[in-house]
């Protein structure tokens, strides 16, 4: 995977608006004003054949005519003239962006000019942007190179938008909330620069302190989430990932496929990726505010200053189910604040400074919870007849810049807060309107630093050519012979070649069933790919308690299905059922699904996830944190099941997925396992081509 | 329960400030400023002794001084002067409002001064609001009756709060947030005046249209329940409920009672009770601007209009698991739609209405979509360079004036749609900043209107005094003998009367062991309050095959517990196991507790809980409804239980709660319950004092 160099794209020496004008409502002439008129400092040419000039400026006839170096051609025209414009130009010019529509979002014929034009980018080396899109803007450039209005003020917040409109939207926020950024990007239809480029690119550009994309799809799971974790590990990754209600694009018939959701893994993938993924537009500003003005929190452990009773509850509710936590205050500490403030003030946390507080408490509050290195303190503050919003609002600015003490001003009210509220804003500060808001996303902002630290190791998975050639060949012999699925014998040889043991079990004839040995009781199965829904067809037989009932058994099953393979298992005991399966994910392949079976499969649907590649001691601690920990860590004294040895059979079935890719539907339901040593046994494999 | 009469302090004709000042920096002297001088037409009197005039006007030296009517006195005066200024005024001022704290907040004095003056109070038929209280405003009145700055806009949101500060805050968010009250009351002690004195009031109140609520408790539940199910068939009660960390007050020793929340009984009481439950400061502010502004809606079924596809998407990512939908767009609007939009325009629900729409495409679709009685509609738009943005929310206005659409702008942006948004919200309209606050506050709305359309019957338990005799003779026997908890036997008998059966059972004694004629297996325990962890101490022998292995346990048993009772019971097979429970909640009495039992009970904490009184029918919905639903509506094709037989057994033990009070603890765990007709039985009951 090549690193795609960007530089240019984003930030051109010299460009080229091809379809310039300056005739009103034409797309090309907003590009014109913006770029030339918003402080813009490079060259500009324009391209159109149907003038001379354009305002005061020559109007070229094609792009190819630019003598002098062009970093960036912008085409603005009709679809049909893009491939031909760039391919005339492309020995030149190497980056585009290609603002026209018409493209693959139009249907097959759009598609095909596209995928036209993704061919010719890969030959002749272009990095192009779009097509479909709005451009992009470069505040620190003062480049506006697309067709929405204004320059925003130059900052640390580089926004990618799949949706050009919220781009609109976000740009004229900008200056009411506070938000600069280093870049807008609008990517369009993601023909060749996605959201896996972008972060690559961003994670290397020195203004951008955050990643903030809105996103309707992934083009590339796999590329995603070896970019995406690496640069986490550098600065934060914040998605508004939309479409959770859409329809699950493959359908997958296996059972457990049926059961995932994928925007369920598209989180399982972001926490993999150490992503942060907020909810909606409001969560989406607020992190993307904080962590452009803080630094990350290296504590849980934070502290509540509040003049107002009434706050302080509700931050101490918003702590509930958090990740960060309101520290307890040290006897030591508590002298100090008792000393400090009235009798009536409560030095618990949330320290409750009362509603004639003034600067000193704050202030003295401040330097005590400092003292006892309480980092992360929130500053509540109602605006009571009595209090100077302004001078408390200079107290947390002075104590603010004095050190690292991320101080988070959560100032409640209107008009006798709002001119506080902005000096704290326009000093880097970020005020939040209610005590949850400003907890929410801080704990996100945490979690974030949390994957940053525990420093995730990059894992792969162990393949063996032997063991693939072993499953494939078994594999490849069903096929061979016209099967749609393996036999459960079949089955149950190829995941032994992946950790994964079988019941006992047994191909049942007229010839061996005098001496199967197997043990009672014994279940009979017809095993043929034919008949899928054995237990509705009477192919199931359970409870077989001696030779006799086998051999009737046997006698009737062999009558109804006639030709068929017969086998014999072991009707094991069990602790618990586990389902197992693999489900292909449009976006992210083949992702291993495992819940809880039995009887509460549907009712409690507790489903996780695995994205490979991971190695054993990741999926051991993801299945701690998993649905169905409780089997590991135990209830009510139980003894637990070993996780080790099923976290081997997670990772068997990572390898096999990997291995055997021509495997459509994977599904082990039920496997048994045990909290008593015995091994976990499989008792139906399907393996489905 | 009399209705209190509290129009005379709410809307005084006069009023007498108690601790008037005109000193700077005293409580007095903001309520002499904010009174006087803010539009008040009554009359005002002074009163303090320290002075003869404060500025032009006379100061009394006593309350009862004033020979002319005082509708309403206003106290702020140290706490120890409260008791006698009342007192001695009783006969002729019947309202007070006492500002002053130093009561039951302060500790066990304070206490004692807030139950003298409660019990004044009731002998001499006062209103007091308050102590330790803000304070009161009635915008209609120009009256700010309180010591908070400013005049709030008068409008139709009553706001009451248990934090004189949140109330501050939200007086100075009005005018930003347009805001415009009927009036906002700070609460403070609650010691004679409540939340449900308040709703009683508000409810009748003509001016205000929604009653929002800032509560950290709730003083009296039944009253609560009785009040809020009634005033919210007439106007939307909005509570803001802080508290959800809070320790539950009381230990309950029992099995349920450590699974319940006291939070959750909270919301169920408030689901019961019709009452919205926001969870955040930023939904409590959303959902009273709708309310105050919008009829509520009667259809679930929205529309959604945007010139953005991303802001659709988020809508349509809204949605999820809401009680309201994206309605169906019919073949004939569609047709209708694409007749007026460009071919590339989406007419399925979100309307795309692409990026260059005008008001043209708003006005024909809105005008469609209100042909196809399609009366909810949310109006998406992004400021995009050809967007003409006061027009649109020209169109917007004109149609929501029109005639009964539900309108709802979601103008995301900032400069370029201020002033829009300014002139939406100055007709009443309300704009969201995003769709999916948008769309979560409008449910919110709409699932009151389901309450209110429902029409709840109001439920009252048929209690029965024989069978309360009858249970209580058991009862009391007990009690007399000195136990601390009903054995087996007697339990078992006690629940028959409430319609709850226990599996065959018998004592066991040396005499009667031979012609039990309980059938086999069986299970011998000991039955005795002194041993409640019967298992851990070889109390407890399942599986009981035949009547030798009977007589041996019973030996062995009778050995180790000399002297103790020891039952007999048919060990009975099961379809599920659950698990009933009394729990006595601090708030709201004694509140029925059920559950999933067996293994899974502290893995799945499938808990429900309700509060009596309920009727049969009621409480079969709600089981219906309940996390362990699928009992009763049936997983993979399985037959149910009976839902009906469960909701009789859950009235009987609500009727067992209201007829013996002295239940300290009661648990049935567990229940079995079958899907083959036979009967529910209780396994184990445990009744304690």
Same mark, same amino acid.
């Given at each position: 995977?090549?690193?795609?160099?960007?530089?240019?794209?984003?930030?051109?020496?010299?460009?080229?608006?091809?379809?310039?004008?300056?005739?009103?409502?034409?797309?090309?002439?907003?590009?014109?004003?913006?770029?030339?008129?918003?402080?813009?400092?490079?060259?500009?040419?324009?391209?159109?054949?149907?003038?001379?000039?354009?305002?005061?400026?020559?109007?070229?006839?094609?792009?190819?005519?630019?003598?002098?170096?062009?970093?960036?051609?912008?085409?603005? $025209?009709?679809?049909?003239?893009?491939?031909?414009?760039?391919?005339?130009?492309?020995?030149?010019?190497?980056?585009?962006?290609?603002? %026209?529509?018409?493209?693959?979002?139009?249907?097959?014929?759009?598609?095909?000019?596209?995928?036209?034009?993704?061919?010719?980018?890969?030959?002749?080396?272009?990095?192009?942007?779009?097509?479909? *899109?709005?451009?992009?803007?470069?505040?620190?450039?003062?480049?506006?190179?697309?067709?929405?209005?204004?320059?925003? @003020?130059?900052?640390?917040?580089?926004?990618?938008?799949?949706?050009?409109?919220?781009?609109?939207?976000?740009?004229? =926020?900008?200056?009411?909330?506070?938000?600069?950024?280093?870049?807008?990007?609008?990517?369009?239809?993601?023909?060749?620069?996605?959201?896996?480029?972008?972060?690559?690119?961003?994670?290397?550009?020195?203004?951008?302190?955050?990643?903030?994309?809105?996103?309707?799809?992934?083009?590339?799971?796999?590329?995603?989430?070896?970019?995406?974790?690496?640069?986490?590990?550098?600065?934060?990754?914040?998605?508004?990932?939309?479409?959770?209600?859409?329809?699950?694009?493959?359908?997958?018939?296996?059972?457990?496929?049926?059961?995932?959701?994928?925007?369920?893994?598209?989180?399982?993938?972001?926490?993999?990726?150490?992503?942060?993924?907020?909810?909606?537009?409001?969560?989406?500003?607020?992190?993307?505010?904080?962590?452009?003005?803080?630094?990350?929190?290296?504590?849980?452990?934070?502290?509540?200053?509040?003049?107002?009773?009434?706050?302080?509850?509700?931050?101490?509710?918003?702590? =509930?189910?958090?990740?960060?936590?309101?520290? @307890?205050?040290?006897?030591?500490?508590?002298?100090?604040?008792?000393? $400090?403030?009235?009798?009536?003030? %409560?030095?618990?946390?949330?320290?409750?400074?009362?509603?004639?507080?003034?600067?000193?408490?704050?202030?003295?509050?401040?330097?005590?919870?400092?003292?006892?290195?309480?980092?992360?303190?929130? *500053?509540?503050?109602?605006?009571?007849?009595?209090?100077?919003?302004?001078?408390?609002?200079?107290?947390?600015?002075?104590?603010?810049?004095?050190?690292?003490?991320?101080?988070?001003?959560?100032?409640?009210?209107?008009?006798?807060?709002?001119?506080?509220?902005?000096?704290?804003?326009?000093?880097?500060?970020?005020?939040?309107?209610?005590? !949850?808001?400003?907890?929410?996303?801080?704990?996100?902002?945490?979690?974030?630093?949390?994957?940053?630290?525990?420093?995730?190791?990059? %894992?792969?998975?162990?393949?063996?050519?032997?063991?693939?050639?072993?499953?494939?060949?078994?594999?490849?012999?069903?096929?061979?012979?016209?099967?749609?699925?393996?036999?459960?014998?079949?089955?149950?040889?190829?995941? @032994?070649?992946?950790?994964?043991?079988?019941?006992?079990?047994?191909?049942?004839?007229? #010839?061996?069933?005098?001496?199967?040995?197997?043990? /009672?009781?014994?279940?009979?199965?017809?095993?043929?790919?034919?008949?899928?829904?054995?237990?509705?067809?009477?192919?199931?037989?359970?409870?077989?308690?001696?030779? #006799?009932?086998?051999?009737?058994?046997?006698?009737?099953?062999?009558?109804? /299905?006639?030709?068929?393979?017969?086998?014999?298992?072991?009707?094991?005991?069990?602790?618990?059922?586990?389902?197992?399966?693999?489900?292909?994910?449009?976006? /992210?392949?083949?992702?291993?699904?495992?819940?809880?079976?039995?009887?509460?499969?549907? $009712?409690?649907?507790?489903?996780?996830?695995?994205?490979?590649?991971?190695?054993?001691?990741?999926?051991?601690?993801?299945?701690?944190?998993?649905?169905?920990?409780?089997?590991?860590?135990?209830?009510?004294?139980?003894?637990?099941?070993?996780?080790? !040895? /099923?976290?081997?059979?997670?990772?068997?079935?990572?390898?096999?997925?990997?291995?055997?890719?021509?495997?459509? @539907?994977?599904?082990?339901?039920?496997?048994?396992?045990?909290?008593?040593?015995?091994?976990?046994?499989?008792?139906?494999?399907?393996?489905?081509?």
């Amino acid at each position: 995977m090549k690193k795609q160099n960007l530089e240019k794209l984003f930030a051109p020496k010299s460009i080229a608006i091809v379809g310039a004008s300056n005739k009103k409502g034409k797309i090309g002439t907003v590009l014109v004003n913006n770029i030339t008129k918003l402080g813009y400092k490079g060259k500009v040419y324009f391209v159109n054949p149907t003038y001379k000039v354009i305002g005061l400026k020559k109007s070229y006839s094609a792009l190819e005519e630019i003598t002098s170096q062009v970093d960036l051609a912008i085409l603005a $025209i009709p679809a049909k003239f893009v491939f031909q414009t760039i391919e005339k130009a492309s020995d030149s010019v190497k980056n585009f962006v290609v603002i %026209s529509a018409g493209f693959s979002e139009t249907g097959a014929e759009g598609k095909a000019l596209e995928d036209k034009l993704k061919k010719l980018a890969q030959v002749k080396g272009l990095n192009i942007l779009g097509p479909n *899109c709005l451009g992009f803007v470069a505040p620190a450039l003062k480049l506006n190179a697309s067709f929405a209005g204004g320059m925003p @003020e130059a900052g640390k917040i580089a926004f990618v938008s799949q949706s050009g409109a919220l781009a609109v939207a976000l740009m004229d =926020k900008a200056r009411s909330e506070n938000l600069a950024f280093s870049e807008i990007i609008s990517i369009g239809n993601k023909m060749q620069i996605s959201e896996s480029e972008l972060i690559e690119y961003l994670g290397d550009d020195k203004q951008t302190k955050v990643i903030g994309m809105y996103l309707e799809g992934i083009k590339d799971g796999e590329k995603f989430l070896k970019i995406a974790s690496k640069v986490s590990l550098k600065k934060p990754i914040v998605i508004l990932k939309a479409g959770k209600t859409a329809k699950t694009q493959l359908a997958i018939a296996s059972h457990t496929g049926a059961l995932a959701g994928s925007d369920e893994i598209t989180s399982v993938a972001f926490e993999k990726a150490g992503v942060i993924r907020v909810d909606n537009l409001d969560e989406f500003l607020n992190v993307l505010k904080l962590a452009s003005s803080y630094e990350a929190p290296t504590s849980s452990l934070c502290a509540v200053l509040t003049n107002a009773g009434g706050a302080g509850v509700l931050a101490t509710d918003a702590f =509930k189910d958090k990740n960060i936590t309101l520290a @307890e205050i040290s006897p030591a500490s508590k002298k100090k604040l008792r000393a $400090i403030l009235p009798a009536e003030a %409560s030095v618990e946390n949330p320290i409750d400074l009362l509603g004639d507080a003034q600067q000193d408490r704050y202030l003295g509050a401040l330097e005590i919870l400092q003292q006892a290195k309480i980092e992360n303190i929130f *500053c509540l503050l109602t605006p009571q007849n009595q209090t100077n919003v302004a001078e408390i609002a200079q107290v947390i600015l002075e104590k603010a810049q004095a050190r690292k003490l991320n101080l988070i001003p959560v100032f409640i009210g209107g008009e006798k807060v709002a001119s506080s509220i902005a000096k704290l804003t326009k000093n880097n500060l970020v005020n939040f309107a209610t005590p !949850e808001a400003a907890i929410n996303t801080f704990e996100k902002y945490y979690n974030w630093q949390l994957f940053k630290t525990a420093k995730p190791e990059v %894992s792969t998975l162990k393949l063996s050519a032997t063991r693939k050639d072993q499953a494939q060949t078994i594999i490849k012999k069903a096929l061979a012979e016209g099967s749609k699925a393996l036999s459960f014998a079949d089955g149950a040889r190829v995941m @032994e070649l992946y950790g994964v043991k079988a019941v006992a079990h047994s191909v049942v004839t007229s #010839e061996n069933i005098e001496k199967l040995d197997l043990g /009672f009781p014994l279940v009979l199965k017809v095993d043929s790919d034919k008949i899928l829904h054995k237990t509705e067809q009477g192919g199931l037989r359970l409870g077989i308690k001696n030779q #006799e009932e086998l051999k009737k058994a046997f006698a009737e099953m062999n009558e109804v /299905f006639k030709g068929e393979k017969i086998i014999a298992q072991f009707q094991a005991g069990k602790f618990a059922e586990i389902i197992l399966g693999i489900k292909k994910d449009p976006i /992210f392949g083949p992702v291993i699904v495992y819940g809880l079976g039995g009887i509460y499969t549907e $009712i409690f649907k507790l489903v996780n996830f695995l994205l490979a590649p991971m190695s054993l001691a990741e999926i051991e601690t993801q299945l701690l944190k998993s649905k169905i920990n409780f089997l590991f860590k135990g209830a009510r004294g139980q003894a637990v099941c070993n996780s080790r !040895e /099923f976290a081997e059979i997670l990772l068997g079935l990572m390898s096999f997925a990997q291995e055997n890719p021509q495997v459509a @539907e994977f599904d082990i339901n039920p496997l048994f396992i045990y909290n008593d040593k015995q091994e976990a046994r499989a008792v139906d494999i399907k393996v489905i081509f």
